[in-house]
């Protein structure tokens, strides 16, 4: 049985040290946002409404954050 809440995205843009690896994510099918740990802070994406060509949404990079020490 597959667990139809959570599905493939494609995280776009952002700094080009992020890993080719970390582009492709799986998320809850309702996300509108993510947040992916990369050394010492976070990357945030958007959902942005439009999908790959094989269908997968796209999610755009927004902002860079530190984790407090």
Known sequence: MTDTSYEECRLEGG???LPEELRNARVHAEAL?????????????ERIGDFTETGTPIFRWTMCTKIAE
Do not use: M, S
Request: net charge neutral; glycine share 6%; proline share 12%.
């Open 33 to 45: 946002k993510v947040k992916v740990p990369v050394h010492n802070g976070w990357e945030h994406f």
């Open 15 to 17: 700094p080009d040290h």
